[in-house]
Protein backbone atom coordinates (compact mmCIF):
# COMPACT_ATOMS: atom_id res chain seq x y z
CA UNK A 1 0.00 0.00 0.00
CA UNK A 2 1.09 3.24 -1.07
CA UNK A 3 1.85 6.31 2.04
CA UNK A 4 0.34 9.66 1.00
CA UNK A 5 2.97 12.42 0.56
CA UNK A 6 1.49 13.64 3.77
CA UNK A 7 1.47 10.56 5.72
CA UNK A 8 5.18 10.31 4.61
CA UNK A 9 5.95 14.03 5.82
CA UNK A 10 4.57 12.73 9.21
CA UNK A 11 6.32 10.14 9.14
CA UNK A 12 9.55 11.59 8.21
CA UNK A 13 9.30 14.48 11.06
CA UNK A 14 8.66 12.27 14.19
CA UNK A 15 11.91 10.05 12.83
CA UNK A 16 14.05 13.29 12.57
CA UNK A 17 12.40 14.30 16.17
CA UNK A 18 13.05 10.97 17.94
CA UNK A 19 16.67 9.91 16.08
CA UNK A 20 17.85 13.27 17.17
CA UNK A 21 17.22 12.36 20.64
CA UNK A 22 18.63 8.99 20.42
CA UNK A 23 21.69 10.73 18.34
CA UNK A 24 22.12 13.64 21.41
CA UNK A 25 21.83 10.56 23.91
CA UNK A 26 24.60 8.33 21.88
CA UNK A 27 26.99 11.66 21.91
CA UNK A 28 27.35 12.16 25.39
CA UNK A 29 27.60 8.61 26.49
CA UNK A 30 29.81 6.22 23.62
CA UNK A 31 33.21 7.63 22.86
CA UNK A 32 33.80 7.72 19.23
CA UNK A 33 29.57 8.00 18.33
CA UNK A 34 29.33 11.26 16.46
CA UNK A 35 25.83 11.26 14.34
CA UNK A 36 23.28 9.20 13.16
CA UNK A 37 20.81 9.26 10.17
CA UNK A 38 18.22 6.79 8.27
CA UNK A 39 17.68 6.39 4.83
CA UNK A 40 14.05 4.34 3.70
CA UNK A 41 11.75 4.13 0.35
CA UNK A 42 8.28 5.20 1.84
CA UNK A 43 7.39 2.86 -1.37
CA UNK A 44 8.15 -0.61 0.87
CA UNK A 45 8.19 1.08 4.36
CA UNK A 46 8.99 0.28 7.26
CA UNK A 47 10.81 -2.88 5.62
CA UNK A 48 13.16 -0.27 3.95
CA UNK A 49 14.00 1.36 6.95
CA UNK A 50 17.80 1.89 7.80
CA UNK A 51 19.26 3.69 10.70
CA UNK A 52 23.00 4.05 10.32
CA UNK A 53 25.01 4.84 13.26
CA UNK A 54 28.18 6.94 11.97
CA UNK A 55 31.82 7.23 14.29
CA UNK A 56 34.82 9.04 13.79
CA UNK A 57 37.37 6.48 12.69
CA UNK A 58 36.80 2.61 12.30
CA UNK A 59 38.59 1.92 15.45
CA UNK A 60 36.04 3.91 17.31
CA UNK A 61 33.21 1.88 15.61
CA UNK A 62 35.14 -1.11 16.32
CA UNK A 63 35.73 -0.16 20.16
CA UNK A 64 31.97 0.26 20.63
CA UNK A 65 30.94 -2.80 18.94
CA UNK A 66 33.47 -5.18 20.89
CA UNK A 67 32.03 -3.17 24.43
CA UNK A 68 28.53 -4.33 23.77
CA UNK A 69 27.48 -0.67 22.74
CA UNK A 70 25.45 -2.07 19.72
CA UNK A 71 22.98 -3.88 21.92
CA UNK A 72 22.37 -0.10 23.82
CA UNK A 73 22.13 2.13 20.77
CA UNK A 74 19.80 -1.03 19.14
CA UNK A 75 17.74 0.40 22.41
CA UNK A 76 17.96 3.41 21.55
CA UNK A 77 16.77 2.69 18.07
CA UNK A 78 13.92 0.30 19.30
CA UNK A 79 12.38 3.67 21.24
CA UNK A 80 13.16 6.01 18.98
CA UNK A 81 11.04 4.10 16.25
CA UNK A 82 8.18 3.38 18.91
CA UNK A 83 7.87 6.97 20.19
CA UNK A 84 7.73 7.78 16.70
CA UNK A 85 4.95 5.39 15.67
CA UNK A 86 6.77 3.25 13.52
CA UNK A 87 5.87 -0.73 14.23
CA UNK A 88 9.36 -3.21 12.71
CA UNK A 89 9.08 -6.94 13.51
CA UNK A 90 12.97 -6.83 14.36
CA UNK A 91 14.40 -3.68 15.33
CA UNK A 92 18.04 -4.83 14.77
CA UNK A 93 17.80 -5.33 11.38
CA UNK A 94 16.99 -1.94 10.88
CA UNK A 95 20.59 -0.72 12.50
CA UNK A 96 23.72 -0.39 10.77
CA UNK A 97 27.28 0.96 12.01
CA UNK A 98 29.49 3.14 10.12
CA UNK A 99 32.87 5.69 10.72
CA UNK A 100 33.48 8.84 8.88
CA UNK A 101 37.00 7.00 8.03
CA UNK A 102 34.96 4.09 6.05
CA UNK A 103 33.02 7.04 4.35
CA UNK A 104 36.36 9.18 3.02
CA UNK A 105 38.21 5.92 2.17
CA UNK A 106 35.49 3.89 0.23
CA UNK A 107 33.38 6.68 -1.24
CA UNK A 108 36.07 10.02 -0.86
CA UNK A 109 33.46 11.19 1.98
CA UNK A 110 30.71 11.38 -0.10
CA UNK A 111 27.86 10.02 2.29
CA UNK A 112 24.81 10.83 -0.29
CA UNK A 113 26.47 7.88 -1.93
CA UNK A 114 27.69 5.81 0.59
CA UNK A 115 23.65 5.97 2.20
CA UNK A 116 22.77 5.02 -1.37
CA UNK A 117 24.72 1.76 -1.30
CA UNK A 118 23.56 1.02 2.24
CA UNK A 119 19.87 1.45 1.13
CA UNK A 120 20.21 -0.80 -2.11
CA UNK A 121 22.48 -2.98 0.30
CA UNK A 122 25.19 -3.11 -1.36
CA UNK A 123 27.41 -2.13 1.92
Known sequence: MSLSKR????????????LTEACETAKSQIPGFVWLTHVVDYEAFPASLKVVWVFDT??????????GEASYMGELTARALADAQVKVRNGSAHVFFDSEEE??????????????QKQTGRN
Open 7 to 18: TQAQIERRLITT
Open 58 to 67: QASKDFALAD
Open 103 to 116: CQRSCGGNWPKRLA
